[in-house]
């Protein structure tokens, strides 16, 4: 499958154009200027083109992270079949379009020059400057408007052909970032060829973004010591000891209430897509200051979805009195997060890679959990076990709540359903007795688990002329 990368100077429509192509929202989309800074792949379509697309930051003059953003963008065009550059047709050519254009003009790849924003007569009368380029002949385009698709895909499609080689590596290769959550199986999850979905959220400046660049052995994301650099939520095709994997950087999680940049709106929308998205999650906290309450916010949101949750005390090279932190830490999930009882805690420094190997044997461990299927005859003998020990309360009839059977309607977390002839809700306390009996019994510690009460009907009901 070919590779396209799209480059530029910043706000000229990149990561628009790169939605339109994907059919998707994928990057965000904003006035500001320089909202793209890592690289973003997706699955480009075009009528009957495929291929894998790459958005990049915009050029822009000397910043703090300029340099770093332009080499994300040197690696793209490196990988890239064919280079799509884009410039404003609203605007005049600067320095940046001539510098980009004579760097594109040596390599010996085709590039084809897109003049987006292009709606009007205007717009168009204006395209001339930009065959000083040296580009050849640009499209009229308009990314947000639709304009300008058949033209690009008749200049396209010859740039397409593929090789008996480029078709037997595509036959290999699927589309990892389209990949639905398949339904569980009782067959262990690693024998599935499905990537497992890793997401690594958090406050900002925690090192989430040092610790996938650890763990992928290469400078794939931009870091810094200032916050805020991660906007979009990246993912990144990874394999772990032979283990496919979508890892996803996600942007810092500030309070809802210190929100107030519509930028960083978007951002935290992506990052809870992310989590949505995901399979694990792993919390990122620096151990130097850890667990404050956006910490147990972020956590409760993973654990609402449904999703696994491993806690990472990240720096931990640099903390002073490590055994008070840690059980300052332990204490404080037991207290703050009782809904989900045995949560894993690493302590890892994602700087020098300590822990990171025991970190990951932790995500596929509680992977499987949250795939485990128990089997009815043993839940029911349990679910016996529990009320004998511990009768259920008192309904609104005065009489206790009877308990029947129970049953495991899905993993990815494990469900439960008890049905009752009188399925009066059951207050948390007992809930949380049943959880945790499940836990201890079934070994699925550190798993959210869900347990629902379903009324059972009367067999007898239809021909007594009874009410259901």
Known sequence: MKTIALVGKTNVGKSTFFNRLCGRRLAIVHDKPGVTRDRKEGLGHLKDLEFNLIDTAGLERTTELAAAMWEQTQIAI????????????????NDLDIRLAADLRRLKKPVILIANKCEGALQQHLLGESYTLGLGEPIAFSAEHKLGLDTLYQRLKPLMQTTESDKAAESSVESAFDTPVAPASEESPDKTNRPLKLAIVGRPNVGKST??????????????PMAGVTRDAITVPFSYRGRDILLTDTAGLRK???????LE????????NAIDFAEVVILVLDANHPMERQDLNIASYVIEQGRCLIIALN?????EGQKRVLNEMKDVLAHSLQQVRGLPLMTVSAKTGYGLDRLMSEVFNLYRLWNK???????NVFLQQMVQAHPTPVAKNGRRIPMKYMTEVNARPPTFVIFSSNPDPLPESYLRYLSNGLRDTFGLNGVPIRIHMRKRENPFAA????KK
């Open 78 to 93: 490196n990988e890239a079949d064919i280079v799509f550059m884009l410039i404003d047709a609203r605007d005049e050519l």
């Open 211 to 224: 610790m996938i660049n650890r763990l992928l052995g290469q400078n794939r994301l931009l870091t810094g």
């Open 256 to 262: 809802r209430g210190k929100i107030t940049d519509s």
């Open 265 to 272: 709106k978007f951002s935290a929308a992506d990052t809870q």
């Open 315 to 319: 720096k931990w090279d640099a903390v």
């Open 373 to 379: 299927r128990v089997p009815t005859h043993k839940l």
């Open 463 to 466: 021909k007594a002329g009874l």
